[in-house]
């Protein structure tokens, strides 16, 4: 097998994956191994915006409060004051870089969303957030920046490691059809979510939670997986496997929901109405569509002159003529889908994962942040500051590189096959013992049955299977121990927050699995 050194290895190229080699450029050369094209993954899609406390009436108090409230007690408070302090220094820096954001009369124009108490979502061209971001940091890199090299279409299969410390990354080359190791200081893990492990998901295709399996493999604790944000409205589309979003600023815009037979029901579940957090809206959602046996509720957006909604969400707005939504009677099929995972590598508030020379940014960490519900738009702000504390933090330890070579041959388990469905019929918005229980039993038929493989044309989608199979995994063993509802955990048998029992986070690692309390 090839062997490669470099300083640092990142894997992933959304927004938390270049902001963390944007960092470490400053202290050596940076590789860059992504699984398709650079721009692939969830922050281009990323519509709302940033959750930032740049206005002069909004307080870092009020945004801590906010994210903690959503969090439902399992937010590190810590950890969210950093997130919320560091942020505008963040956001100033992609300014810099030449992010443009939306402004009018030299002030950024703020946005409301869901179970924020202040208009603090900075958005771009309208609904395009993720999209601008992203292209100003590349180009921030291509014209800025010599020290990183970006690699498309490889994928990486999983860590090279000496007892607890990570050595390097083994990755397959899909052009080539190579596969190869690479020696570094410190590997960053930036590849985001694990949407795709569901039916009906907004996520793009490579979300299948690579990272978090590779570190499971390699024996990272991961912690929180049971907390899965399902969206309230991505466009009802039964053919598509990525579901579009309708963005929470459309009902920060003054939209409604309504049921299939034209009743409004938010005010029925939350006195915030259609502003209430992700995990009630979905819900209600939930229920609403099997009390009307309908598949689908509807966003009203006829409190909103059209013209204005094509001006404010281009996007949203163009992709519903595209899908054949006739706007103009102002009511859009929507659905909740699978959206957001809370859990992920277990890290500390500079990345660092339970092994050494190990890191996890952006939605494949657990920073502490969103606790068992993630505020709308908090994402894309833990990106970019956790992804800067982590290069700050690698920098400093300055570590050797150790070269080792090794021959590779994984094992993987036997596929599941309608793994998503059944994800999505056991373990998703609403869930019980009994579903769980059965979901679990058919993980560990599969998982009972080893399987080698040698064929690395085909690594790629076997790869894939077998980490939405670890996902899976995790994701079910954590809910079923949860015995209670909290965030956008419910459990139909257990209803309530149980805060003498609960108070806590499941922790799952190759070895063990166990409870860490929480103090914060
Ligand atoms: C439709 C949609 C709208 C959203 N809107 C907002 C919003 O308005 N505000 C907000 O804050 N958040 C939003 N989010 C959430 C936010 O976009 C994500 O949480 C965030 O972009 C994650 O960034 P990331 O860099 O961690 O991952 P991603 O952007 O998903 O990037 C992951 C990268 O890792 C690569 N990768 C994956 N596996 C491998 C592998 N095995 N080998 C090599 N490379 C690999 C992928 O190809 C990709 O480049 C939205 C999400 C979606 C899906």
């Known amino acids: 097998m090839r062997n490669e050194t470099i300083d640092y290895v990142v894997i992933g190229s959304g927004i938390a994956g270049l902001r963390a080699a944007i960092g470490l450029s400053r202290y050596g050369k940076v590789l860059v191994l992504t699984k398709a094209s650079v721009k692939t993954g969830s922050s281009i899609k990323a519509q709302g915006g940033i959750a930032v406390v740049l206005d002069e009436n909004d307080r870092f108090a009020y945004h801590i409060e906010d994210t903690l409230k959503a969090g439902a007690g399992l937010c590190s408070e810590s950890r969210v004051k950093i997130l919320v302090e560091e942020g505008p220094a963040r956001v100033m820096e992609l300014v810099n870089w030449g992010t443009h954001f939306d402004i009018v009369n030299g002030q950024f124009l703020f946005a409301m969303e869901a179970a924020h108490s202040k208009n603090r979502i900075i958005h771009a061209f309208g609904d395009s957030t993720g999209k601008e971001v992203e292209r100003a940091l590349i ?13 498309g279409n490889v994928f990486c299969l999983d860590l090279v490691s000496k007892g607890h ?5 083994i990755a397959f080359d899909e052009k080539s059809k190579e596969l190869f190791q690479v020696s570094a200081k410190a590997v960053v893990i930036a590849t985001g979510g694990s949407g795709q492990i569901y039916k009906d998901t907004t996520n793009p295709r490579v979300s299948t939670g690579d990272g978090i399996s590779i570190a499971f493999r390699a024996g990272a604790e991961i912690m929180n997986m049971e907390f899965i944000q399902f969206h309230p409205t991505a466009l009802y589309n039964p053919k598509k496997r990525t579901k579009f979003l309708i963005s929470e600023a459309v009902r920060g815009h003054g939209a409604l929901l309504r049921n299939t037979n034209g009743e409004r029901f938010m005010p029925n579940y939350d006195q915030r109405a259609e502003l ?27 409190p909103i002159a059209l013209d204005d909604f094509r001006k404010s969400f281009p996007t949203i707005y163009k992709e519903c003529v595209d899908e054949g939504v006739d706007l103009k009677k102002g009511l859009i099929p929507v659905s909740p889908s699978a959206h957001f995972v809370m859990g992920g590598i277990a890290v500390d508030e500079n990345g660092a994962t339970s092994l050494d020379n190990l890191y996890a940014v952006g939605e494949s960490a657990c920073t502490g942040v969103h606790g068992a519900n993630r505020l709308a738009s908090n994402s894309l702000l833990e990106c970019l500051v956790f992804s800067h504390r982590a290069a700050e933090s690698i920098a400093k330890n300055n570590k050797k590189i150790i070269s080792s070579s090794s021959t590779y041959i994984p094992n993987f388990h036997s596929p599941l ?41 085909k690594i790629f989608h076997r790869f894939e299977k077998e980490n939405m199979l670890t996902l899976s995994y995790l994701i079910t063993k954590s809910a079923i121990v949860r015995e209670e509802s909290r965030g956008a955990h419910y459990r139909l048998d257990f209803p309530h927050k149980d805060d003498t029992t609960f108070l806590k986070h499941y922790i799952i690692t190759r070895e063990k699995e166990f409870w860490r309390e929480h103090n914060e």
């Open 165 to 169: 410390t990570v050595t390097g990354v």
């Open 417 to 457: 096959n309608n793994i998503r469905e059944l994800m999505q019929q056991n373990v998703g918005i609403i869930r019980t013992a009994h579903g769980l229980n059965k979901m679990l039993q058919e993980i560990e038929a599969a998982k009972a049955e080893k399987q080698t493989f040698t064929d690395f044309s």
């Open 139 to 151: 180009y921030h890199i291509q014209h800025d920046i010599q020290n990183i090299i970006v690699r």
């Open 276 to 302: 209430a957090s992700r995990d009630i809206v979905a819900r209600a959602i939930f229920n609403e569509m099997s009390n009307t046996k309908s598949d689908f509720v509807y966003l009203d957006i006829s």
